[in-house]
DNA sequence: GGCAGATCGTGATGCTGCATAACGAACACG
DNA sequence: CGTGTTCGTTATGCAGCATCACGATCTGCC
């Protein structure tokens, strides 16, 4: 426990270049609304040379590799703080700040959201075990915590549809066994299709297709599907006097 | 009215050679998994030298745009020829047929898919009116006829959430004036919700990222989906006993 | 303080793909 | 059987990815 800096000047330096290449890339995916970036345009932006960045990053698909893991902990991360906002006995309202914040995160960054949940990047291959499916496991985690909290105050009221194949219990089981003595199949199933809906909104604005809905009527239809996703699949319904999202 | 044919035996020929550059573009899309082609690589599948495309396309975004036009149409067709291969009075099962159509597209062709409801493309101008809104108004008013034949047939239930927004209903009235009569702004929220529900799961499963679940379950999850999409929207729900998707 | 080693950034180089231009071959038509 | 168009090729310029060798800078240790 020694009270020298954990890391030296030199690593500090390097993270902090290594922070700069990530943003100055980010921010020229949303310039140019693409996830096509160049290490030219990157090094050129912050006034260096390209051969430079493979100082700190093997090849493109290596910073497209950090940037994927980015946005893990950054959606992870929006996520759990919103919904820790919000009083730990108010499921519905926990539900709809991390609906929300899953939505304003993928509008804020549409480029950064389009690598990890649209679809996989083109010669990008999965370092280990394949984040792609990490990404899934994350979003999912943060809704079955909120579904084993309401399950746990006794909030969780029964799915609109109660009917659930044997199929989607047994991977209930496999891939979530640890909530299986707290979730029936069925409200496994709604939480997966409560994700689907949140997913389905988030991609259809954030891609531009809501374009044609003012800004107020996407918020309202926001704040409808928020409520809908709760109605169906028993979790206590948000109040509607609180904006959503 | 001649008896001569329509088309030269040149122009048939280049017909079939635009055909083949936009189908071995998709064959190499489907195969590298990804929408970034290149002319040299179509060329090379196609037995000929990349500048020769150039006779066919102006330049790359022209041979994307292309692509995204067939796929406008291709959609609307899978999903107009899915519904049309049901009775007309069964309104919940062609909403089945025609989101299976949905889903089976977008798993077959998830390229396609991509360009034309994903993530706009890199340096890809909209030609004229922007078509990216155009395939939201195409799924628009595929999912629209059957909310109208619906309610033509007296078969159309209130929607889960009655309330709508006025900011909703002004919206329906400029862009959707012809329902206004027959579909009320609670139902036209319903509408929009259903497609992005629909889309949600199309997403989820296209990119990979229900990967982790069985086939039979992510058939079952679908299944359940559309049902759940008709009870929310008030449509009448499809048969449980007919696969879906 | 000064030196050895590691780190960092640059210019030079090779490869590949996009796009254009100029040339030659094949075809349709009168 | 010529003539003009279309088509496909080779040749060229340009930009990005990736690597290498070199010089500059910084770190840490004696």
Redesign the pocket.
Same mark, same amino acid.
Do not use: E, K, L
């Given at each position: 426990m020694s009270v020298a800096p954990l890391l030296?000047?030199?690593d500090r330096?390097?993270l902090a &270049?290594v922070a700069e290449i990530k943003s100055t890339a980010l921010t020229l995916m949303r310039e140019n609304a693409t996830t096509d970036? &160049?290490? &030219? /345009?990157i090094?050129r932006a912050m006034?260096? &040379?390209?051969?430079?960045l !493979? @100082? !700190?990053f /093997? /090849? @493109? /698909?290596a910073l497209l590799t950090a940037l994927i893991a980015d946005g893990y902990s950054a959606l992870g991360e929006a996520l759990a703080e919103a919904a820790g906002a919000i009083g730990d006995d108010d499921v519905g309202g926990r539900w709809a700040a991390a609906a929300g914040a899953y939505r304003q995160w993928a509008r804020s960054e549409p480029q950064q959201f389009a690598l990890v949940l649209g679809m996989p990047v083109a010669g990008y291959t999965a370092p280990e075990e394949g984040p792609t499916t990490e990404a899934a496991k994350n979003a999912m985690d943060q809704l079955a915590g909120l579904f084993l909290g309401a399950a746990r105050l006794g909030v969780l009221g029964p799915p609109l549809i109660t009917e659930a194949s044997a199929a989607i219990a047994a991977c209930q089981a496999e891939h979530h066994s640890e909530m299986s003595a707290l979730i029936a199949p069925a409200t496994f199933q709604a939480m997966l299709q409560t994700w689907a809906m949140l997913h389905g909104f988030t991609c259809l604005e954030a891609y531009g297709h809501l374009d044609w809905l003012e800004p107020a009527a996407r918020d309202a239809l926001f704040a409808s599907h928020v409520r809908l996703a709760a109605l169906a699949s028993g979790l206590p319904v948000p109040r509607s006097d609180r904006p959503i999202g």
């Open positions: 030296s000047r030199r330096s390097r &270049t970036v &160049t290490f &030219t /345009d090094a006034g260096m &040379t390209a051969p430079a !493979y @100082r !700190y /093997d /090849d @493109r /698909d």
